[in-house]
Each structure stands twice: as structure tokens, then as C-alpha cells.
Antibody, heavy 120, light 107 residues
Framework: EVQLLESGGGLVQPGGSLRLSCAAS????????MSWVRQAPGKGLEWVSA????????YYADSVKGRFTISRDNSKNTLYLQMNSLRAEDTAVYYC?????????????WGQGTLVTVSS | DIQMTQSPSSLSASVGDRVTITCRAS??????LNWYQQKPGKAPKRLIY???SLESGVPSRFSGSGSGTEFTLTISSLQPEDFATYYC?????????FGQGTKVEIQ
């Protein structure tokens, strides 16, 4: 069974840093791209960042480019999001997501989310 | 970057109604579009992938159509459990883009 478990959220002051983790299990982690999606309180979903299976290519939304860094450790089956220079508008629930091959095509999996609050 | 314009932002409907939600892409995305349902406090759940393929276990009252720049999610007969917020997601190119969401409320 595929599982994605985020951790690392919490309260941080504006300008501060935080690193989120997403522990994956139930699939061959290194074979699949992973992404982060966030949702500010009462707002819609926002795609944040993605990384291919090898880690060789990364992609970012303009809103986080230059401040956030996505990475992965395939030996630990773990995805990361390093968030620097945090702003109030980065306050959100952060989800990790992936699509993996399954019977019938590609199945879509999300973690339960971890809340990041940027406030003084 | 590709922009996704979703409409309406909200709608009120009754059980049994037919509901249609639209997403328009700022450029062609073939059929690289998913539809999601989200309920409060929960992660999104994919309903439709590749614009028109129904996710396993999703009721057949949900359907998707479209290709290129215009896409539609239809609920043929709204059920009480369908009151939720719906989003489209384009994954044709990075960065991915969600629509703004459509909140389906009880009339």
C-alpha cells in the first residue's frame, strides 16, 4: 500500500526557514516524480514544486522560486522541501503527491498534509 | 506558464441536479488534465484523469470531457456526498497549475 507521510510543519517567524519531509513507502520511490502542493487557509490548491525520480530536474512555481528547494534522498525514500525567507503568504497546509503505476494506469496519491504557519 | 481558468467559482444546486464545471487552459494541453474533489480537512481525491478517464471506484455519475484548451466535469445527478470543492489540474508542462476551484453547495 502506498503511503506518504509529511512532517516538519510548524510555526516560524517571517524570514525564517523550515524543512518539510515526506516519507514514502509501498512503491519504488526512485522511479517516480514527486511534487509538493499547498493550500492556504480557506483558499484553493497551489502547485509548489516537483522533482523527477532521479532528482536530476526540479521545477518551481514562480511564487517560491529562489526561496524553496525541493530534493529527495532515494536511499531513504524521502522527499524534502527546504523553505527559506518565509513569508506570511506561505502559511498553508503542504501536501506531497505522486502518481505511480497501478492496475489500470497511474494512481494518484497524496499525504495527509502538514501545516506551516508563518507569523510573528 | 499555463493558466487555468475554472468556472463557476461556486454554485448552488439540489440533489438530483446536473452540474457542469469548466476549465479553460491558456494554451493547448492535449488531455493532460485531472479533476479533483476536496472535502474540508481532507486531501484532494482524483476523480478523472487524462481529461475523461474515470478513476477506479468513482461513481459513474461523474464524467469528464474535453481536449486542448476546454474541459468539462459533469455530475449527472448530484448526490448529498458530492457537496464539496472541485479543482482541475493541468500537468502538461511544469509548473503544474490548478484551477481556482468550484464550491458546490446545497441549494
Amino acid at each position: 500500500e502506498v503511503q506518504l507521510l509529511e512532517s516538519g510543519g510548524g510555526l516560524v517567524q517571517p524570514g525564517g526557514s523550515l524543512r518539510l519531509s515526506c516519507a514514502a513507502s509501498g512503491f519504488t520511490f526512485s522511479s517516480y516524480a514527486m511534487s509538493w502542493v499547498r493550500q492556504a487557509p480557506g483558499k484553493g490548491l497551489e502547485w509548489v514544486s516537483a522533482i523527477i525520480g532521479s532528482g536530476g530536474s526540479t521545477y518551481y512555481a514562480d511564487s517560491v522560486k529562489g526561496r524553496f528547494t525541493i530534493s529527495r534522498d532515494n536511499s531513504k525514500n524521502t522527499l524534502y522541501l527546504q523553505m527559506n525567507s518565509l513569508r506570511a503568504e506561505d502559511t498553508a497546509v503542504y501536501y506531497c503527491r505522486t502518481e505511480v503505476y497501478c492496475s489500470g494506469g497511474r494512481c494518484d496519491y497524496w499525504g495527509q498534509g502538514t501545516l506551516v504557519t508563518v507569523s510573528s | 506558464d499555463i493558466q487555468m481558468t475554472q468556472s463557476p467559482s461556486s454554485l448552488s444546486a439540489s440533489v438530483g441536479d446536473r452540474v457542469t464545471i469548466t476549465c479553460r487552459a491558456s494554451q493547448g494541453i492535449r488531455n493532460d488534465l485531472n479533476w479533483y474533489q476536496q472535502k474540508p480537512g481532507k486531501a484532494p481525491k482524483r476523480l478523472i484523469y487524462a481529461a475523461s478517464s474515470l478513476e477506479s471506484g468513482v461513481p459513474s455519475r461523474f464524467s469528464g470531457s474535453g481536449s486542448g484548451t476546454e474541459f468539462t466535469l459533469t455530475i449527472s445527478s448530484l448526490q448529498p456526498e458530492d457537496f464539496a470543492t472541485y479543482y482541475c489540474l493541468q500537468h502538461n508542462s511544469y509548473p503544474g497549475t490548478f484551477g481556482q476551484g468550484t464550491k458546490v453547495e446545497i441549494q
